[in-house]
Structures are given as C-alpha cells and as structure tokens.
C-alpha cells in the first residue's frame, strides 16, 4: 500500500494492543473525554438518532467505547484503510459498524452529509504535508450542515519518552528521517 503510515507493518496483535494502550493510559488521561462535552451534549439533544463517523479508525476503540454513552438507535461508523485490526464484530455493540474506507479518496455519494459528528484522532504518521487538504475535503462532504468535525492530533515535537532512553533516540532519529524522505510534515 502507497502510504507514509509506519506502525502497520509489524504482527496485528501488537499493534492492536498498542493502539489499546494508547486510548487508555496516555489519549484519555490527557483529553479526559471522548468528545468536548458541549458537541456531546449537541449529540443527545438531535430531533434524530446521531449519527457519528471515526475515520482512520484503528482497531474502533473509540467509536465502541462512545457507544456505550449513546441511546441504541445512535449510528456508529468507523473507517479505516486497513481492516485487519478492527475489534471482531462479534465484540462490538450492534450498532457500531467498522468499513474500510481511505481519508485520501472521496467517499461514496449516498454517504454525503450523513453524519452529525466525525471524529480523526492521531494521523500525522499517515498523511504527507500536502494530503491533509484533500483529507479535509473528503471529511467536509461526509457532514451534516451545522455538525461538528474533532481532529485530535499532535506533532513530532510532542512525541516524546521521559527519561528518553537510547532506544526512544534511535527510533525517534530514524522515524523523522523517514517522515522527511516520504514528505510528512515534521513540525
Ligand atoms: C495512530 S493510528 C490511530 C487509530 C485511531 N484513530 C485511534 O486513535 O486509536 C492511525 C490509523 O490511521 C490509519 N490510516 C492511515 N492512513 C489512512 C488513510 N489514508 N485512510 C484511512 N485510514 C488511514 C491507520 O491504518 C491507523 O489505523
């Protein structure tokens, strides 16, 4: 597959508890929810069953433990490029539904304006300085008028590792290298 993303390429298994690891013990402490809770609030008080998207999904971790906080008949989908690493639908909440879907392409028609919230959390590894334009672009058709867009993200300055061990530098020194060869932006 033709992307700058790194962190596909090793046994699912480790990433998925990667990415578990990361909602839990390092996004959640600091966001402290799972949407501000003024576009939270927006979601309950809809005159129709909200309707949310998660692109660049991951495992649906989110988007599952979201559903737990909605009424039933809410819809919850998420997308992501590589499908390999969604929780089983056996262990997902009937509502919540996991496609493959690529940020950097336009979504089908019958999708146009179907969501009340979209939510992106963590892809600066996955976009090149130039693509995030066009990502926007293809997220702006998926919204209702007047929805929300949440883009949860960070910049390799902030990746860090306290203490930083010689490991973190070798890996952190060869990831920008890497970012720079591909054309990520690496501010
Ligand atoms: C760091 S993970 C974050 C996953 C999830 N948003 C979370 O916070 O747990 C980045 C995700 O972006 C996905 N991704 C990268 N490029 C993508 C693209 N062009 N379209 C859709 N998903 C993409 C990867 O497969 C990966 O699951």
Redesign the pocket.
Known sequence: MD?P?T??RGPNAGEEQR?HN??YNM?MPVAKHLLPPHIFGSLVELDHPPAIA??????G??LRDLAAKLPSNARLDG????PS?FIEASELPDNVRLLS????KPFSERLRAQYDVIH????I???KADQWAEAARNIKMLLRPGGWLVWEDYGHSGITCVPVTKEFALWSNAEVQYARSVGRDIM
Do not use: C, P
């Open positions: 992307s993303y962190l596909n990415l990361q909602h996004w998660d692109l660049a999904t991951g495992t971790i989110w997308y992501d490029y590589d690493k879907g690529d940020i950097l992106v959390r963590m892809l590894l996955g976009l």
